[in-house]
Structure formats: structure tokens, C-alpha cells
């Protein structure tokens, strides 16, 4: 695993770890708190109807209480009864009065069960719902008492929880009393759950928003991060590249150095002492004719020897550093290198046909530009000898005002970029062009068919060279071509 992707995890992998943590904690407190509110909100709401449902009982008991003081003959009941029927709050809220034996005297939601024995009825989980009225009935007195219990609700006709407060009447022997309907609580109660599991599932997309975010944020940094030091290391990768191709270039030009000012003075001075002797072997008689032989023998002789020695060194130096590139400048140098590869090799191959042009006002040139493109021209005319079987290449050498392009065509059978590409043995002199190239800020295209190869290099004048009204320079459009 790359270091880049173990730092991306080391700060990812904790903070999705801790929101996970915070995520989890934070609902299960949601889920705590919210039964808590449940409980809290349903005892202050059952606190506040029990002390309603006192008041209602108080309110009725108060209504009766004078008809209780005038007489007890059933005429005055009748009338207590029919006050107590007509005292209602809101739609499902009544009074009822039933006798102490379970007997029903009063119910104005349900008229059918006035007159009706009720002590044995029982609910449907099976409690004696009468009984345990009046059981909390007398348990309370005038005081009253609260029970809970089963009972039909008028507006819907369905069984619900009822919390129910009775109060006795001892001097008439009633069972006062009344009560709420607790389906409404629960839906309060579901209202408020359903509020919890919201405010519960938005805390969850607030904290999914925060990790992707979060997440995100890491990322662009380390995106960030990746491509900052992938331009370090670019930037450093092509100083590099400078600094090898100029080593290179100054070991070439001090090898060329020793080998013209040194090894190759010291042939010629050694060619001169043997031409010196030569003359002084043919004024000497009686001459010996096989010491001139050893001299002047043309293939094998000493001269014809050392006549070869100083034309390799000469060569061998030209290839290192050309002195035309240092004291005529490029177009010079580039016309020399095609003379050069005109003549024709001992390896069988065509003599290759090079002419070049110039266009444009020639400048003078630093000499890592004159060289980049003298070194890409000796590669190219190389690849075209070796591998392409051309016998014509055509230079182009384009001065503007702002840029220079060399361009080389030639006539061989061309080749597959791709598959170059693909070999690692293969590929290394196209390579070494294009990182010429690219540490001078310019760069390399190739258009090549069964009909030929277009080579082409453009570099940027350096500030030094370009004059001065000159537009800065620009890159040419990218070519079609693998390049």
C-alpha cells in the first residue's frame, strides 16, 4: 500500500470511527431522552386531567348539593338527575350516576343502559368495570377517587382507556362521577415520538453531511497535497534531467577538448617526426628500400596508420562536441552532420540524401539550445539510417520571432510508435529527444506512415534571443499523432 493512501486512511478511517461513535451515542441518548419526555409529558398530562376531572366532580357535586338540602323524595332526584345530564364538557365529556348496588340512573351518551344492572359488567381484558368504580368510590368518599378502566367512547363506538374520578353521595346513595378518554393522550404521545424519530433521523443526515464533508475535505487535501508533490517531484525530475544532459554535455565537450588539443596534436607531431624521417631514409644512400616500404606502404604503412589514428580522433571528437555548433553556430553544424551521414557506411546501408533549409532570421543561440537540437538531429538522422531505410531526409530549421521549430522528413517505411512504447529495449533515443526537449520548456512531435516519418521540435527563443517587441511564445497546438 503506497504512503500517500495510508495517510489518506489514517485520517480517514479515525474520523468516520469517531462520527460512527458520536452517531450511535447520540441516538441512543435521542432514544432515552425522548421516552423520558414521553413519560414526563404523559404524567404531567394525566396530573393536569386528574386535578381537571376533581374540578368537574367538585363543580357537579356543587350543582346538587341544594337539592340534596331541600329533600330526598324522588321528585327531587329526578330533577338532580336531569341537572347532572345536562352539564357536559366538550363532545365525549359527561356525567354519570349509578346506585350503590351497580345499577345504572343516569348516562346521557347512552340512554340504553339507564335502569340497568351493571354490577357484573366486565370489560374486555376481563375486569368488573362497575365494581371497581364503586369500590374506588367508596374508597374515596366525597374526596373522590381516580381509576382507570375500559369504556366505550361515544364519537368513535370503540373501546378505549378511560381515566374515570368518582365521588359518593352517602346521602342518596349515588355513585357521582366522570371522566376522559386516553386515546387522545396516546396520540399526543405517538405526535411526540414521531417528532423524536425526526429530529432523530436529521441529526443522522447532519452527521452524514458532516462525514461527507469531512470526507471530501480530506480528500481535496490529499488530492492537493498529491498533486503539489507531484509538481515537486516533476520540477525536480526535469532539474535533474538538466543537470544529467548538462554533465553530459560539458564531459562531451572536455573529452572532445583532450582528444583535439592533446591526443590528436600529439598524432600529428608524430606523423610529422615519421614524414621527417621518411625524407631524411630517401637522402641517405645507399637507401633501404624495405624501411621506405614500412613507411610508405599505403595499406598497413606507418603514415597510412597514423593518418587513420588522427582522422577516428577527429571524428570521434566531432561526434562529442562539433567545433562548427561552438564557432559557426547551428544551421552550420547541422549542414556539416548531413554531409556526414550522406557519405555511405561500412554496414551495407544506402548513403542518405540530406538537405536542409533555414528560414527566418537565425539567431544566436545558448548552448543548451543549440545543442538539444543538434543531439535530437543526430538521433533522428541515426534512426532514420538505422531503422527506416530512407535515402532522402529534408531539414527545416524555422526561425519566428518568438520560436524555433526544426523540422525532418524523410522517405522510409516509418513505424509503430505504439508498439516502440510497449518495448522497453526499444524507444530509448525518442525518450532522450523528447527530455532534451522538455527541459527547455519545448517539446517533440512525430507523424509516421509507410509513406515516411515527420520529426518535429519546437523550442522557445530564450529572452536573451528574442527581440524586443517580440510576443512571448507559444506551445504549437498538440499533434494528431502519437508523439
Known sequence: MKLRLKILLLAAVPLLVALAAITVAVYVQGLQLAQREKQVVESAWLASKESELRHYVSLAYSAVAPLQATGDDEATRQKALELLAQMEFGHDG??????????????????????????????????????????????????????????EKPSTHQTVEKLGYV??????GWML???????????????IDAA????????????????????????????????SDHRQSDAKLRLMAQQ?????????????RELHDGISQVLVSIKLSVEAARERLRQAPPAEPQAHAHIDKPLGGALDRLNTAVGEVRRISHNLRPTLLDDLGLPAALEHLGREFAIPSTDGAPPLAVRLSTTGQPVKLPDAYATALFRVTQEALTNVIRHARATRADMTLAYSAHDLRLTITDDGRGFDYAQVQEDPRRGIGL??????LNALSGNLSFHSSQQGTTLQAWLPLPPAALPPTAPPPTAPPPSTSPA
Not at 349509578?98 to 370489560?123: A, C, F, I, S
Not at 386516553?182 to 405517538?190: C, F, G, P, S, Y
Not at 433521523?201 to 453531511?209: D, H
Open 94 to 151: 359527561y356525567f354519570f350516576v349509578y346506585d350503590l348496588q351497580g345499577k345504572n340512573l343516569m348516562h346521557p351518551r347512552q340512554p340504553e343502559l339507564v335502569g340497568q344492572d351493571l354490577w357484573n359488567l366486565r370489560d374486555t381484558r376481563g375486569q368488573a368495570v362497575i365494581q371497581n368504580l364503586l369500590a374506588a368510590a367508596r374508597q374515596g368518599g366525597q374526596q373522590g377517587e381516580v381509576v382507570h378502566y375500559l369504556w
Open 167 to 172: 365521588v359518593v353521595l352517602d346521602r342518596w
Open 177 to 191: 362521577g366522570t371522566g376522559i378518554y386516553l386515546d387522545d393522550v396516546e396520540q399526543a404521545l405517538v405526535r
Open 196 to 227: 423524536a424519530q425526526a429530529n432523530i433521523r436529521s441529526m443522522f443526515a447532519w452527521v452524514a453531511g458532516i462525514a461527507v464533508v469531512s470526507i471530501l475535505f480530506v480528500a481535496a487535501c490529499g488530492l492537493a497535497l498529491n498533486i
Open 244 to 256: 544529467v544532459v548538462r554533465s553530459q554535455e560539458d564531459e562531451r565537450a572536455r573529452l572532445s
Open 431 to 436: 525518450r532522450n529527444m523528447r527530455e532534451r
